[in-house]
T-cell receptor, first 112, second 119 residues
């Protein structure tokens, strides 16, 4: 158990819908990262937050957004969902200057 | 931009034998971190081993060790005394050290190598 929690574990929804994925980092970790794992794109970095502020953006679509709250948990919002958004979404956390990122169990999103 | 390449989509090994997974990367930076992550069928991403580029000594964690060749930009993972529980996808990953290096501490992953352990 990495100490990073993600909810829900599985999510099935229809095209055009909006979903919210939630992540709670390890105790004391200020940085949260979101990654998407799909069959065709592999593991790709989406976005990073540090202590409530956006720090870096990767290949994140405009239909996706995220935020980190004062209690340091983070949410990834996916809207106008398309079939191609079906993937495993990971959250990872680290202390500010740590070398390691610890991953949560992931949320498997299926868009039908 | 940094890239990571794993040229072996699949590998197999007999239980108790040794196997080496290959990884090459491309970067213009002199200081960085390299990692191997394991993803078993449960899909959990598990950190296996870490290497700092400034360290010449190869990292070792129990049965797992790396061969880090900085000049060749090569970072292979050796698994000794393979066990059935080692069967998984293995991902090589790169990370910048400083925010000035691309402005992020994101991990850049290779496509992965699927390791099968035969009894």
């Amino acid at each position: 158990d990495s100490g990073v929690t993600q909810t829900p574990k599985h999510l099935i929804t229809a095209t055009g819908q909006r979903v919210t994925l939630r992540c709670s980092p390890r105790s004391g970790d200020l940085s949260v990262y979101w990654y998407q794992q799909s069959l065709d794109q592999g593991l790709q970095f989406l976005i990073q937050y540090y202590n409530g502020e956006e720090r870096a953006k990767g290949n994140i679509l405009e239909r996706f957004s995220a935020q980190q709250f004062p209690d340091l948990h983070s949410e990834l919002n996916l809207s106008s969902l398309e079939l191609g958004d079906s993937a495993l979404y990971f959250c990872a956390s680290s202390v500010s200057d740590s070398r390691e990122q610890y991953f949560g169990p992931g949320t498997r999103l299926t868009v039908t | 931009a940094q890239t990571v390449t794993q040229s072996q989509p699949e590998m197999s090994v007999q239980e108790a034998e040794t196997v080496t997974l290959s990884c090459t990367y491309d970067t213009s930076e002199s200081d960085y971190y390299l990692f191997w992550y394991k993803q078993p069928p449960s899909r959990q991403m598990i950190l296996v081993i870490r290497q700092e580029a400034y360290k010449q000594q190869n990292a070792t964690e129990n049965r797992f060790s790396v061969n880090f060749q900085k000049a060749a930009k090569s970072f292979s993972l050796k698994i000794s005394d393979s066990q059935l529980g080692d069967a998984a996808m293995y991902f090589c990953a790169y990370r910048n050290v400083y925010l000035t290096q691309g402005g992020s501490e994101k991990l850049v992953f290779g496509k992965g190598t699927k390791l099968t352990v035969n009894p």
